[in-house]
């Protein structure tokens, strides 16, 4: 079984348009919506949610009014700044880490159980998704991915799927991390812009610092040309396998609006070469296997 | 007055609006680029850059010359960022300190016992009953406290994790945070880049994409957040997640439509059940996108629209202090 991530630094590019063509193209396959936080890709698949569960993060400090002896102790020790002159914990700024609870003397802080999203697997026209939701301001989205990531491996390993498709979040921090663990290959989707150059060049040096293999693709290449062209002569310079170019075209923000994804709907510009590159993809993910 | 501009998906055109409004302001300001994962601001405003900082979190170190095998620092780690391994038979006990776990709340630190050498040279299993004996000090005075001379196996020592860079052109002061490659925390450099916000001055926040702990930490305590999307049904998702989140902190918000007439109506009859002020809308326009793509400024390349930034900041004003 093979997992393939799509990521880009810089948010915006096409990292979901590309994974829901991806996920159209490719034959047999498990997808996977690591950005949990801002999660996209059910709307391009028409999921039927099969299974919901619930994702709990850290625990979060809650103290006890009326055992409370307004000590102090909580206060000065948390590094959070979680725990207000009145002693009620700011859900927001917890971090629960529980010192406070092993310091408090009264033994007045309780370490409660924290609901912070959920996760569904669904059904959709091109086969199974694994997604989430994060909960309002919560944080541990790494954790969630991870969790997100388990379920799309275990179901593909017992379905026999020999495919796994992340559609991974922006930037190059937690969630980006455990979007990368245990990857084969790292599509890095940019655009031919001087913050897509700069972005880039960031996340591909955080994939090889995880030793992750990436490849680069430039998204709405006609925008600069200039851009285009220092793109793939610093993927050749970097012995980065340079995937292709995707025109500027306006059929996928109109697919987009009609729920779909632009493969789908007919033979644009774009469709023909994110077809192309799909084969690139696919022969470089099975590269060496015989 | 502080604004934060957010959104919830990425490449909305929050640092285009970010740059262009501080540029657009005609005085002296702060602009700070708290997208400490990619920050592009710079790009733009091309500052002449003066100075930069560390951004240091402080992570445990184990001196296992010291450490009696009790296990507490193991035991309190809320995050499993530390594994001990006491010595059985020829071995000798080791540990690990999972860097990228810990979250630098100093408990291991305060719970491993101060141990007199005799004793230490004589533990070799885990001794359970080993409690501290002492309160740790406050954390403003833990600086001093990390000595070598420390009776304690932990001590905690400065990791850095990225840099903030200081930056001016013309009225516009600029603090970027840049994550270091390879680091995962963002929360604690924003935290930082944020602390160089001056009273006196106003303040434009770049925060990051998404809806989770660094995109709140970055419009925690903003004045008013500027919420920037397209009318596209990722665009539109994502708007409402964002919503979500600042009316969840209580922070006045209003939306910004970028390449408003790309997508389709959904997102403007959005605001408009929900109550929501759009500031302005920004049409689509390829030359605008050409002039993003070699990092030139708007307002520099077009200054016929300063207006529409200068009125953004208008109507926030007018809707603050009304």
Redo the contacts between chains.
Sequence with gaps: MKQLAII??????GK?TLAGAFACLAKNKIMADC??????LH?LLSPKILEEHDFFG??KAFIKKDICISCGKCR??C??NAIGKTYIVDK?SC?????CA??CPEKAVEMKKNQAGKWFVSETKFGLLVHAK?G???????KLVSVVRGKAKELAQEKGVDLVIVDG?????????ASLSEIDFAVVVT??????L??AK??I??AR??KVEVGLLVNKSD??PE?TGKMKSYAEESNISFLGEIPFDKDV?NA??A?KNVVETGNSPAAGRIREIWKTVKDRIYDGDT | MKIAVASGKGGTGKTTLSVNLALSLNRRCCLLDCDVEEPNAHIFLKPKFLREEKCNVLIPEIDFKKCVWCGKCAEVCAYNAIVIVPPSGKNEGTGFVFEHLCHSCGACEYFCPIISSKEASSATEINKEIKPRRLAKSISERGSNQCSGSAKAISEKKKEIGKIEFGRKGKVDLITGRLNVGEIRAVPLIEKVKKNISLNLDAIIDAPPGTSCPMVEAVKGADYVILVTEPTPFGLNDLVLAVEVLRKLSIPFGVVVNRYDYGDDRTLKYCARENIKVLAKIPFKRKFAEAYSKGIPLVEEFPECSRLFSDIFKRIESEMFS
Excluded at chain 1, 95 to 99: K, Q, S
């Design positions: 880009s630094g810089k948010g915006g590019t979901t950005d949990v936080d801002a999660a996209d709307l850290m625990e000065e020790i590094r959070f927001i971090e629960g880490c529980a010192f092993k310091i994060l309002i301001a919560e944080e541990n989205s790494g979040p922006p930037g190059i921090g937690c969630p980006v991390m655009e031919p812009t001087f913050s897509g700069h972005d960031r996340v040096s955080a610092h995880f925008l600069n851009i923000i987009l609006i729920g």
